[in-house]
């Protein structure tokens, strides 16, 4: 289910491109900064007070870059929803037909695992873009091409079914993948690998049960 949240609708662009290598730098260390400060604070007592003080600048500075704190938070999500698709870019990379459905799931689950926890403060910044209007459509954008790519992927595979039994079931996955993923990501390590363990488990089922009205071939 999806969290209940006030969206809110403050200017979320940057205030400066990154055109200067020496701009990019400042932009990725506030970006780190945000994120240390959600992972010990949360979303909800974050502030751009909170950001300079933590980077040792001024506020002033901060908004040269971002006009708020929201903008920083959109920025953040941009970023991690791109290393999301990079992640999709690689498994899809390594689908073969008739590669082992086991070996598969534990490679593309293994990249999507280094997605979440590569990313501080991961868990309040998923929860940010329920609250962020066109963070959130970019998040719901992002579930789309990852569900079509993985139709792609199951067909490649040879998941017997029709382009929309498959779309379908893609979006089983996508749904399982969400879900156990951040699951697992608030879970102490032995919960978290049992999590993942049922992840696989429930993702090499999808790739292996019959169609509707179909015997999975031998």
């Known amino acids: 289910m999806k969290p209940r949240a006030a969206v809110s609708r ?15 730098r400042r932009i990725q260390e506030i970006l780190r900064a945000t994120a240390r400060l959600l992972e010990r604070h949360g979303p909800d007592k974050l502030t751009t007070n909170h950001i300079a003080a933590e980077l040792g600048v001024s506020v002033g500075t901060l908004y040269h870059y971002f006009p708020n704190k929201q903008a920083i938070l959109y920025a953040m999500g941009v970023r991690w929803l791109e290393e999301w698709q990079h992640a999709f870019d690689a498994i899809e990379t390594m689908a073969e037909p008739g590669m082992d459905p086991g070996s598969f799931v534990d490679a593309a689950v293994e990249r999507l695992v280094g997605v979440y926890q590569n990313q501080r403060g991961v868990l309040h910044l998923v929860q940010s873009m329920f609250t962020i209007a066109e963070l959130r459509r970019l998040d719901v954008r992002s579930d789309e091409v990852a569900e079509e790519r993985l139709a792609r992927i199951l067909k490649r595979l040879g998941v017997p079914g029709a382009a929309a039994e498959l779309r379908r079931r893609a979006r089983i996955c996508l749904k399982l993948i969400n879900v156990l993923l951040l699951e697992a990501m608030r879970q102490d390590a032995p919960t978290a690998r049992r999590t993942l363990d ?17 015997a999975r071939a031998a």
Do not use: F, I, M, N
């Not at 403050?10 to 990019?24: F, G, I, L, N, T």
């Not at 049922?198 to 179909?214: C, F, I, K, M, Y």
């Open 10 to 24: 403050k200017p979320v662009r940057q205030r400066r491109r990154p055109h200067q290598q020496r701009s990019e």
């Open 198 to 214: 049922d992840l696989r488990s429930l993702l090499v089922h999808e790739l292996t049960r019959s169609a509707p009205g179909q």
